[in-house]
């Protein structure tokens, strides 16, 4: 079975870490979108099914929180990851409560 993911990075270093290490796992292929703003992500999230969504809380139409908050309204039945490196503790919290997974 193959996994839709969509990463949402706008770092084109990050995301390409990423892909590489989703491409590598042998027992469950991933196939991989990247976009680099949410507004994009939010756009094709709407076009068709995707398994999961990868998302940078801090992209250049979007920062923090508010990220999460829209991404989760537009599209509620999509699990979102929470990319880590996230300096601000509060705001981890305040995305898991929220629902968000934190990849670290």
Known sequence: M??????????????GVIQ?????????????E???QLSDGIERLRKEVI???????FLP???GINTFV???LAVPYVPILVLGGLDD???????????A???S
Not at 3 to 12: C, K, S, T, V
Not at 25 to 32: C, G, K, V
């Open 51 to 57: 398994t999961a969504v990868l998302l940078d809380l």
């Open 20 to 32: 590489e290490a989703l491409a590598g796992a042998s027992d469950s292929p991933f196939i991989i």
């Open 89 to 99: 503790e509060d705001i981890a919290k305040e995305a898991v409560d929220r629902g």
């Open 34 to 36: 990247w976009v680099r």
């Open 61 to 63: 139409d979007s920062q």
């Open 70 to 72: 829209k991404l989760s």
């Open 2 to 15: 193959e996994h839709h993911i969509l990463l949402i990075e706008d770092d084109p270093a990050v995301a």
């Open 101 to 103: 997974q934190i990849i």
